[in-house]
């Protein structure tokens, strides 16, 4: 099966079994500043699990998607993936333990149809400095569930990973009960580790047996949790009912919940028999493009070929969920992730341009149930085509400085920041490069020689505009609401097909893409350019309000990417002294307070096709 199939299998299960389906949050979470991306299914669902109460009720499901940047230098084994989906299902105080065992157990066996004989589970030992009893209930309903199936039932106590690779397991066990570094679950791991106000709980692993030698150099007997791929976890049942206390204790929560997570592509694997999940399709049509393009074979070159099929999913759901390539916050991960795949893709000889070809095929794969990868494939395509280009184009000489660097057997600061700012090299991937050839690098003195270097540029730009000259910020200010002027006057030309499909401003001229299928002739170029000056000249007041979200999109608010914006929106609204409305549109600002303000005469310089259906202005203010 591949992984879509076990997708909606799983969602479709769980939905006969009383829990309403919601869509998977974006990667950026919202109204979350604790972290970039969301790195599991419980964190869009943390106010909930806490008592608030949920919409849709107390039994939910989900696919949720998931981005692990911590993960992104990890990526090369058979099981590792810096995105990935995982299934859920929530109990938001209603079942527990006795309902949730069975729920996940039943489908892996009856719906997925893998062997039970190599199913494997464990359990919660107790935390004495914690205060958390060992979870005997747990190990009581697994052993009837295993003996209801003529099963063995077997117990065997481990303790630590370590003691469990001294122990190893006995002949007729089961059920495996480790401490709570292995069988806890919180987003800071285990209860020593988490801060206080945070919520977890005991949980119960499964693990599918995949067979195979054991490798000692994981430990001297294989086990569940042992690293050596014979095991590999396929799902966790998390019995959230604890909060972190004050005192280093833990106190029960209002609700005793239900999190379970589960691995959608390593149950993929599992029904496959083979634990590579690589060779799911939805990642192995990447490979097999590879091998295609390359003539080079997967088996011999595991990581690039793993690096660039994980790489480029990763980047082209992130950027679907409205982030683009940079140098700050999520939009430099997707930098990395790009600029990381190009330098294995150069590694393999693989043809510049096929990256576009891996994004539309990623989006092939997961369009149906992720249609905003659909709707934003131009631009997806687009921006991780132009990544490549860029980074292909330094790649080649930055590696030439980089073997000229380190031919005095040193790799100084300098020739890191060098790295950086002239051939885009990530600090990471020149900590990598680095790593290949024996050399450590400074995280601390490369971000000190940044400061420096931004310090010196910020000063340059003090003087320029020293002599009376505008800022710079506040020309972008201007263009910005110019930005807004621009589209009411290509809705009002062109029709209501026209929106926003990105927009690039600088301090000299802004830079628009809109959906519109056609060139436009100079008529209707000269017909925007007069609404734009007509509204600098009418003196229009720019006013902000906040809207509820639903309200704005009736009012005939324009904007796109609605369900990008929270609940409550900003709109801004330009409207002169007689009452006639120039712009009204969603926006987080900031914009001038009245176009008088705006300096100078708008004027569109170039209007070009920038993918298919989707049109590219450049204009100035002159
Ligand atoms: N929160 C648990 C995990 O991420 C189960 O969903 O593994």
Redesign the pocket.
Known sequence: MNANQIREKFLAYMVAKGHVEIPSARLVPENDPTTLFTG???QPLIPYLMGETHPKGVRLTDSQKCFRAADIEEVGDNRHTTFFE?L?NWSLGDYFKKEQLPFFYNFLVDEVGLDPQRIYVTTFMGDEAAGVPKDDESIALWQDIFAARGLSNGIGVMGSEEAGGERGMHEGERIFVYDSAKNW?SRSGKPANMPVGEIGGPDSEFFYDFGGEHDTRYGAQCHPNCDCGRFVEVG?S?FIEYIKQADGTFAKLPQKNV???GGLERIAAASNENSDVFLVPELSMIIKDVEAKTGKAYAENHKAFRVIADHLRGATFIIGDGVMPSNTDQGYFVRRLIRRAVRYADMLGLPEGSFAQFARAVIAAYGARYTNLVTDAEKIVGAIEAEETKFRTTLAKGMKEFDRAIADGTLSTDDVFTLFTTYGFPYELTEELASEHGFVISRGDFDAKMGEHQALSRAGAEQKFKGGLADSSEIVVQYHTVTHLMLAGLRNVLGDHVHQAGSNITGERLRFDFTHGEKMTPEQIAAVEAYVNSAIKAQAAVSIEMMAKDAAHAAGVEGSFWEKYPDEVKVYTVKDAEGKVYSRELCGGPHVENTSTITGTFKIQKEESSSQGIRRIKAVLV
């Open positions: 599991s299914g419980m995982m859920g679950w966790n998390v999190d379970f997570g």
